[in-house]
DNA sequence: CTGGGGAAGGGGCCC
DNA sequence: CGGGCCCCTTCCCCA
């Protein structure tokens, strides 16, 4: 039996041992190449301000200011290649995708609830004629925790929560800005969602060790998502036939994906991916699934090797607390000198959207300005100086149904709609909620407050809807009314109840007598008096 | 007993 | 964070 163990135990070693082999050359291939664009980036990212600056000081020389064309799509437009004018970045809705919503109760951290925000940002005008343009994204905490890592003790204790974002070149590989050569203005910056995908299946079973604590189901539902998104990405580069698939070219940057690759490995930095920036995919679904079972995976050892040391696996339950996991790795992996092609994996280079957004402090600032001076242009536009109110741009789309969102936060909480993440857990029960507010108004249930009461009768009701619905009895409001009767009703649910008596629908069927009822609580009626004794 | 209607409870989601 | 709406479910009443 022990030789029998043992050698399972060999074997599965040596699985790892080759499985993360061919992984971490794959990594360090998709590193390298993402290091070199996202270089180009910074330097384009601060060519584009420079030129936004000068062009802003003309405009005011000029007295004219922009109308129609707002400083930041220029900026956008001039960083996809110096175009000024062209159509609008459109994205094309894909089928409505709701995979990972399959009700099934979500537990996650409720540091998942301070995810970062990580959306796709909707071009609100032109450059698209510019060609394949880069989605900008935000990443709150993205500087924090750039230059608050300490990469280099791997003190686990250090930045337990702040979000993974795109790891610095610079800081890495000592690269400072200063090498960046590129010139390349119209250089296409793409993020391989598919990435994701490879992340998820390598998390899944980087070394041939499923985690039983980290059921597939979570991981399965990664596919949809980033099939969608490559949907998405796809028709979006179609718009003008400038796809953005670069195909098997390297060209492409992905400031990200690191993440998936952390996860990939099935680190336990799950916790804290889920805050990180892996978020901009999802808030949780990545890492919802592991959240809760550390010490049933598998991780690899600390990796903050400058050169081409090897690496180790630690099978043991090593629990990387701090950033060494995901970040580091990658940073490790950049310094790896490999040719090796990756055969597989990231081979989908689908641009969606990239943290392609200043990649730097000082871009990030330049950017935030660009952004800033686009809202407040944007309001000058359309209110005449007026505050911009109702007016935001909903610049900042759902990555899983591009619906629209003025601000990162909202989206972040819109996408727990389809992540299913739900961070506020009731202390009282088993309730989850996506949002605040739900599991306060829960919780009323528990405390049987009843604020909202009545004011024609002596009734109160911990739901404010359902005092202003309560409501009607008395003002014998019956908005609903059927278009095939002359009945009207107070609640919208009551006619649509009701019209299924008009329809004949009778959905539920008795399995003891095979009788049907048009509502389940009618079934369930008849079947406690009739078949109570079954 | 059956079936329809009235109404409340409560979660999801968006503004 | 609160307000508001939608939806489903459940309970009750009554013809």
Known sequence: MEVLANAAVAEICKLVDDNYAVFRLEIS??????????????????????????????????????????????YRGLARGGHLTGGHRRFVKPAGHNALRDDQ?????EGSGTSTRHVIMIESA??????????????????????????????????????????????????????????????????????????????SDPVGLERPGCPPAPGSEYLPVFHQSERTVNSHGDDDGDTLDTGGDSSCSYATEMDPVNISLGLERQTDLSRGDWNQYSSGVYSEGCLDKKGEVIVVDEVKVEGNAPLTWNAADTHLEGHSQGRDFLDYTENLETTHSPPHAFRDRNPVSTSMGPSDSHSRVLFDQVLNSNDRATAQTQGGGATSGNIKEKRFLCMFCNKGFSCPQKVEIHQRVHTGVKPFSCTQCHMRFAEAGSLKRHQRVHTGEKPFSCTQCHMCFSHSFSLKRHQRVHTGDKSYSCPQCEKSFTHQNQLKMHL?????????ACTHCGKRFSERSYLRIHQQKNHSTL
Do not use: C, W, Y
Not at 48 to 58: G, K, Y
Not at 500 to 508: I, P, Q, S, W, Y
């Open 126 to 203: 032109d450059a698209e004629a510019a060609g394949p343009g880069v989605k900008q994204e935000t990443s709150e905490g993205e500087e924090d925790q750039r230059h608050s890592r300490d990469i280099q003790t791997g003190d686990p204790t250090i930045a337990p929560a702040p979000p993974r974002i795109q790891s610095s070149i610079m800081e890495v590989s000592g690269m400072p800005n200063a090498v960046l050569k590129s010139e390349t203005d119209t250089e296409t910056l793409t993020v391989p969602h598919r990435l994701l995908h490879t992340g998820s299946d390598h998390r």
């Open 105 to 109: 109760p979500i537990s996650i951290d």
């Open 29 to 74: 291939q998709s590193q390298k190449e993402n290091g070199a664009l996202r270089r180009k980036l910074q330097l384009l990212e601060l060519k584009m301000a420079r030129e936004r600056a000068e062009r802003t000081r003309r405009e005011h020389v000029l007295a004219s200011p922009p109308r129609s064309v707002n400083i930041l799509d220029r």
């Open 500 to 508: 299924k008596v008009h329809m004949g629908e009778r959905l539920f």
